[in-house]
């Protein structure tokens, strides 16, 4: 089934190594970068509203209290 | 009646919210089976071209980041007309959160291409229509992200933004063929891609990367939609309700 | 119905014919653009001849830019703007106007001193001729695609730079059949496809950028 005959065959890719993997490569960490700072970018947007939130909250507390 | 009432409540962000977060781990459970099969059949499999030696398994990457960069560009434009119609919230969301997946699309596009066309052609970079039109396409991903950026108001980014695509999308046809009848006027037909017949090993191949890339794209704008939505909603009870419950 | 559009029109020019400072310096914007590039690339008249159609329209495509930004601004920041929007005179025929008004005193002197500048390049006089031809035919479809860019980024912060970012790539049609039309002129095989193709370029989007400014302006102004 599998078409190459050894592992070092598969990374040569034919002497188009470089172009074949730069490619992938390239696109292998796009593929993962960005997801990761897209949740990231989530994560500390949560946090940020919650204490906004949280902030808000106190000031009606305190202009009830006055 | 009770349909329309059906879809308004789907569109409300309300709802969307916890449905997008419930959909985006299977988006990314179907990404990741899809790209797995795909390099094994495309990497691992496909025999080799005959003309172009091991090289062509670019193609299994290149193709599907070409398509999908369009067919984001598509569907944000879709989504464009439906928010100026109909004045939709969701819409403008949409179209903001699938952009820079899109424009990451057009750049794997071009990077791809580049290293294509090196031992292809013998160059990084020539001016073929495709490539062209793929650059001039990056260009206006990155024109429609500045423009919302830009603006303040949100109501006002989403309508300045959709009106831009819908421009864009009218004229990215034009700009195709110009750009393809001055590449033939300039070039002759010396560049043209050899169009070998494609093995069926090769075809699934790029089908299902082509899928793995779509599924990916789906759950990384379902992502962002979600930081969108939660941002402008930030003061209706909904959103506070569940940035509340969190803590719990 | 014209009669709005001719009254914006002498509108227009009466206001820029009292900053004429504006339309001498984008004027010699192109000028000094243009006359840069024998002294980057070498005075080879063979070379000169080859680049000329092209450094001739994007300098063009630049020196229109120049103006955009200007095109609503000062009637936004007057508030003419919003009167004109609420007027009863659909906005679209407004914007008609004001187009029009940009490009006689944008594109219209460019396309006056673009022969004299084709010479520099060594340029025939068939080509001077198309040259010209070019430019006045091509210009407009440039003021109506720009007006749509200059109403999408009216008012925001560092809008002139945007607003390139906008509008140049959807120029690229513009400038692959004008350069060509030239181009095609120097190799002898006769300008007219590519000037037909331009013609067509400006009708179209003389009907249709003025519409998608006026949503655009309506956007801004909400």
Redesign the interface.
């Known amino acids: ?4 005959k050894s592992f070092s065959d ?1 990374l040569a ?4 190594g470089f ?2 993997w ?3 490569g ?2 292998a960490l ?2 993962l970068i ?2 990761i700072v ?2 990231r ?2 994560k500390t ?2 946090a940020r ?2 204490r ?2 949280r902030a808000e909250a106190r000031a009606d507390q305190r202009n009830t209290a006055v | 009646m009770k349909d329309r009432f059906n879809l308004y409540r789907f569109a409300s962000p309300a709802t969307f919210y916890p449905l997008a977060g419930r959909l985006i781990p299977w988006f990314t459970a179907l990404a990741v089976i899809f790209g797995l099969a795909g390099l094994w059949i495309g990497m691992l499999v496909a025999p080799t071209d005959f003309q172009q030696g091991e090289g062509y398994r670019i193609i299994f990457i290149h193709v599907p980041a070409s398509w999908m960069s369009m067919f984001i560009y598509l569907v944000m434009a879709f989504w464009a007309a439906i928010g100026l119609a109909f004045n939709t919230r969701l819409s403008g969301m949409m179209a903001q959160a699938l952009a820079p997946t899109g424009a990451l699309m057009a750049f794997i596009s071009l990077w791809t291409g580049a290293l294509w066309g090196k031992p292809m052609w013998g160059a990084w970079w020539v001016w073929d229509a495709r490539l062209t039109s793929e650059l001039i396409l990056l260009f206006l991903y990155i024109g429609y992200m500045a423009l919302t950026a830009a603006i303040d108001d949100v109501r006002r980014a989403d309508k300045a933004g959709g009106l831009m695509l819908l421009v864009g999308v009218v004229n990215v046809p034009i700009i195709y063929f110009s750009v393809k009848w001055w590449n033939t006027l300039h070039q002759g037909s010396s560049i043209n891609l050899t169009k070998s017949s494609m093995a069926t090993t090769m075809l699934w191949g790029m089908l299902l990367m082509a899928l793995c890339f779509w599924m990916y794209s789906i759950a990384v704008a379902l992502v962002r939609a979600r930081s969108i939505m939660l941002e402008r909603e930030r003061h209706t009870d909904w959103a506070k309700a569940l940035l509340t419950g969190d803590e719990k | 119905m014209l009669k709005i559009v001719t009254a914006v029109i002498s509108r227009d020019l009466k206001l820029a014919m009292r900053r004429q400072a504006d339309i001498v310096s984008a004027l010699f914007f192109f000028i000094i653009v243009v006359s840069l590039f024998p002294l980057g690339i070498g005075p080879e008249p063979d070379l000169l001849r080859k680049l000329a159609p092209g450094v001739l329209w994007v300098a063009a495509l630049l020196a229109t830019m120049l103006s955009l930004p200007r095109l609503f601004a000062d009637d936004h920041r007057d508030g003419t703007l919003e009167q004109l929007a609420l007027s009863p005179y659909p906005l679209g025929l407004v914007v008609t106007g004001k187009v029009i008004a940009h490009w006689l005193v944008s594109g219209l002197p460019l396309a006056l001193i673009a022969p004299v500048l084709g010479i520099q390049f060594d340029l025939s006089v068939d080509a001077l001729l198309v040259l010209t031809g070019a430019i006045l035919l091509g210009t407009p479809a440039l003021s109506g695609i720009g007006a749509i860019g200059a109403a999408l980024t009216l008012g925001l912060r560092g809008g002139g730079v945007l607003l390139s970012l906008l509008v140049l790539p959807l120029y690229i049609p513009v400038l692959i059949f004008g350069a060509g039309a030239v181009d095609a002129t120097v190799a002898g095989l006769g300008g007219e496809g590519h000037l037909s193709l331009l013609a067509a370029l400006t009708f179209a989007s003389l009907g249709f950028a003025p519409w998608a400014t006026a949503a655009a302006l309506k956007i801004a102004l909400e």
């Open positions: 089934m599998i078409y190459w598969f890719m034919g002497g188009y172009y074949v730069g490619s992938f390239v696109t796009i593929m960005e997801p897209a949740i970018n989530q947007l949560i509203l919650k906004q939130l």
